[in-house]
Structures are given as structure tokens and as C-alpha cells.
């Protein structure tokens, strides 16, 4: 009995590593879209680069960054960016609506694992053909620092991939909230916009407003883009790295409860709009 259950344990695994795999797969039929990806995220770059330095003037600090590090800042944040962006809150949005989502539900796997995995294989896909190569362009058109100590890379990268997996159940979220408002364009929309600012994108959180910055210490937001851009540049160094690595695995796990409720809930709830 038990060697049968382990057999079908290991059976579901793989088919969740497909996922994965067809999800990268059909990303890469699309790359021309992604190459062009690249040319937006060079000139978002571009803009935000000449903003801080007239900004900044003639090399003075801005929020605690030196101009180096707030060049090196806006790149690997925005290219960061292309890694953990996905589109699950409205591919959730989309199954409930038009009634597909229950055919998901009554297959034998996890609807919400199926889901992160699909993510996961997307976000392969973008470090690998979108933010290396965006990485790398930018380097050389921008003055770029990049970290010299192995531990920083180290740092950066395990926390790059919690920055997905935060951003991604913040999205699941935001997705099955179509359930209970029916259409949650605006409310996916809201969210977009939340993130970018509060997670430090757009400005690092040090430029907020001291009350502000106090507020988004203590919401999910800052563990996507701030935490990891930090560690990349300097700013936090030595243990202090795995102890905002620390503040990641926390909000990853407070996060799982709401998906969880929110599924079970989605489950009773279930109902189709149309055809």
C-alpha cells in the first residue's frame, strides 16, 4: 500500500515539473516579444537613471545611496523585475469567469500549485532570455556596479527567487478574489500599481516619507524588490542579508494561510458565469 501511494506521489511531482517545462516551452515560441521586452526595460531604465542624477547633481547621496549605488539600484530592480512579473491573477481571473475553473478544480492535482509552477516555468524562461541578457545590456550602458563578495550574489539570488514566489501568492490572491467580486479588473489593476510603488521599484522605499517607510517595513511589499536590491548593492551587507532573508521566508509562509482560506472558501463557493 504504501509503495503504491509513493508511486503516485512521485507520478504527481513529475507532472507538476511539466508544468514547469510546458510553461517554458510555450514562453519560447514567444521570445521575439520578450527580446523587444528588453529594448522597454533598457529605456525604463534609461529614464530613471537620468532622473536621479539630476536629482542627485553632482554626486551627493539621495535616500542613502550613493549615485553608484543608485544606478546599480534602478538597473537590477527593473531587470529583477522581468524574473518574479507574472500574469497569474489574471489567468485565475480569467478560469472563473468563463467557467474553466471548474474542470481545474476536479482534476487530481493542486489548481493553486498548478499555478506557481506555471509561474515558475514563465519565470525561468525571463531570467534566463529576458533579465541575463537585459543584465548585461545594461551594463554596458550604464555605470553598473556589481557586488564583488560570493556571499552577496549568493544573498541576491536565494532572495530573488522568495521575491517570485511573495509576488506570485500575492497575485493567486488577488486572483481568486474574482470569486467573491465577480469582476476584479480594477482590483488586479490597484494591485499592479501597489506593488511597483510600495515594493521600491519605482522609489526606494528610504526616499518614502519616515512615517510611510515605517508602515511598508511592516508589509509584505518591500521583501519583492527593496530587500533583494539593497543586498545587490551594498547597502546591507554580512549577516544582516539572512536576516531580510529571514523577513522573506516570514511573509512567504503568512502568506500561505489567505491562499489556502481563500481556496477552500473559492471550492464552496464555485459557481459559473456563463457558457
Not at 510553461?23 to 525604463?44: C, D, H, K, Q, S
Not at 555605470?143 to 549568493?154: D, G, I, R, Y
Not at 511573495?166 to 490572491?173: F, G, T
Not at 499592479?192 to 508589509?219: K, Q, Y
Request: charged share 10%.
Amino acid at each position: 500500500m504504501r509503495q503504491g501511494t509513493s508511486i503516485v506521489r512521485n507520478l504527481m511531482n513529475s507532472a507538476y515539473l511539466d508544468f514547469v517545462r510546458i510553461r517554458f516551452l510555450t514562453m519560447l515560441a514567444y521570445r521575439v516579444n520578450y527580446y523587444l521586452g528588453i529594448f522597454i526595460y533598457i529605456l525604463n531604465i534609461g529614464v530613471y537613471y537620468f532622473t536621479w542624477k539630476a536629482i542627485s547633481g553632482s554626486g551627493g547621496e539621495l535616500g542613502g545611496f550613493t549615485s553608484a549605488q543608485m544606478t546599480t539600484y534602478v538597473a537590477v530592480t527593473w531587470m529583477a523585475r522581468a524574473f518574479y512579473f507574472n500574469n497569474l491573477d489574471r489567468e485565475i481571473s480569467s478560469d472563473i469567469r468563463d467557467g474553466s475553473i471548474a474542470i481545474q478544480f476536479i482534476r487530481p492535482y493542486s489548481y493553486i500549485l498548478v499555478k506557481m509552477m506555471q509561474g515558475f516555468g514563465e519565470g525561468i524562461f525571463r531570467f534566463l532570455l529576458f533579465m541575463i541578457p537585459g543584465m548585461a545590456i545594461a551594463i554596458l550602458l550604464f555605470p553598473v556596479q556589481l557586488p564583488t563578495a560570493w556571499s552577496a550574489w549568493l544573498g541576491f539570488l536565494t532572495m530573488l527567487l522568495f521575491s517570485f514566489l511573495i509576488n506570485s501568492q500575492i497575485n493567486v490572491i488577488t486572483g481568486l478574489m474574482a470569486f467573491f467580486v465577480e469582476n476584479n479588473e480594477g482590483m488586479m489593476r490597484m494591485k499592479r500599481v501597489v506593488v511597483d510603488l510600495c515594493s521600491g521599484l519605482i522609489v526606494p522605499i528610504t526616499l518614502f516619507p519616515g512615517w510611510l517607510a515605517h508602515v511598508l517595513e511592516w508589509l509584505p511589499f518591500q521583501a519583492i524588490t527593496y530587500l533583494p536590491g539593497a543586498v545587490f548593492t551594498g547597502r546591507i551587507t554580512g549577516s544582516s542579508v539572512w536576516q531580510v532573508l529571514g523577513i522573506q521566508v516570514t511573509w512567504f509562509l503568512v502568506l500561505l494561510l489567505p491562499m489556502i482560506v481563500l481556496n477552500r472558501l473559492a471550492r464552496q463557493r464555485l459557481f459559473v458565469q456563463g457558457g
